[in-house]
Nanobody, 126 residues
Framework: QVQLVESGGGVVQAGGSLRLSCTVS????????MAWFRQPPGKEREFIAH????????YYNDSVEGRFTISRDNSENTLYLQMHNLQPEDTAVYHC???????????????????WGQGTQVTVSA
C-alpha cells in the first residue's frame, strides 16, 4: 500500500520561508515521478512543481519559479518543497503526488498522478 504523508506546513509572515516534506511508504521515490500541488480556499487544485523519475529535471508553475524548489532524498524516501519569500496568495493546502511515470505534457494535470497525500496547510499572513 502506497502512502504519502505531508508535513511542515504552518503559519508564516509574508517574506518568510517554509520547507514541506512528503514521506513516502510502499513505493521508492527514485522510481517515481512526483509533484506538489496546492489548493487555495475556494479554488481548484493547481500545479506547483514536478520532478522527473531521473531526479534531475524539474518544472515549476510560473507563479513560484525562483521562490520554490522541489527536491527529493532517495535515502529518506522523501520529497521536499523549499519555499522562500512566501506571499499571502501562497496560502493553500499543499499536496504531494506520485506516479510511476507522467508524460511531460501532462505533469500539470491532477489526473496524471496515482497517489496523493492528505495535504498540509500553509497560511501566509500579510
Amino acid at each position: 500500500q502506497v502512502q504519502l504523508v505531508e508535513s511542515g506546513g504552518g503559519v508564516v509572515q509574508a517574506g518568510g520561508s517554509l520547507r514541506l516534506s512528503c514521506t513516502v511508504s510502499g513505493r521508492a521515490v527514485r522510481q517515481s515521478a512526483m509533484a506538489w500541488f496546492r489548493q487555495p480556499p475556494g479554488k481548484e487544485r493547481e500545479f506547483i512543481a514536478h520532478i522527473r523519475v531521473n531526479g534531475v529535471n524539474v518544472y515549476y508553475n510560473d507563479s513560484v519559479e525562483g521562490r520554490f524548489t522541489i527536491s527529493r532524498d532517495n535515502s529518506e524516501n522523501t520529497l521536499y518543497l523549499q519555499m522562500h519569500n512566501l506571499q499571502p496568495e501562497d496560502t493553500a493546502v499543499y499536496h504531494c503526488a506520485a506516479s510511476s511515470y507522467v508524460i511531460l505534457s501532462a505533469i500539470r494535470t491532477t489526473g496524471s498522478y496515482a497517489y496523493w497525500g492528505q495535504g498540509t496547510q500553509v497560511t501566509v499572513s500579510a
